[in-house]
């Protein structure tokens, strides 16, 4: 297991929160799944866990990947955790969509090596 902080999930989607969350433990990564924006951000009010990362769908009911993440960047708690999207959009709507501030995005359909390998990066493991 990587001696890391936990990877925070955030999907509303079961399938693609377990896809993520299967693929990060075979790699040795602990891993929290959240399913709505509403339920990571009352988690982290009240948790000493500090994520590595959050990933995050862009899509979810009640409060939305977006809100989320605007939060996140405003809170000086968690304004440098990095933050990967997960999205169907393309880097040119998400480029275009100036108020989208993210460290990095995946799109959907999830390609599993490409997440790992960019998670790596992002965590600079090697």
């Known amino acids: 297991m990587h001696k890391i902080k936990p990877i925070f999930i955030c999907d509303d989607s079961d ?6 969350k299967v ?14 924006g509403l339920a990571l951000l ?8 500090f994520p590595a990362l959050i990933i995050i769908d862009l899509k979810m009911p009640v409060l939305g990947g977006l ?7 405003k809170s000086n708690k968690f304004q440098s955790v990095p933050i990967m999207l997960v ?11 100036g108020h ?4 990095y995005f995946i799109r959907k359909p999830i390609d599993i090596n490409i997440l790992s390998s960019k998670i790596k ?4 493991i090697h």
């Open 42 to 49: 009352s988690f982290l009010e009240v948790t000493h866990k």
């Open 23 to 36: 693929m990060l433990s075979a790699e040795g990564f602990e891993t929290k799944i959240f399913n709505s």
């Open 67 to 73: 809100e989320v993440i605007q939060c996140l960047k």
């Open 121 to 124: 990066e992002i965590l600079q």
């Open 100 to 103: 989208i501030k993210v460290d």
């Open 15 to 20: 399938d693609d929160a377990l896809l993520i």
């Open 87 to 97: 999205t169907g959009m393309d880097v040119f709507d998400i480029e275009n969509n």
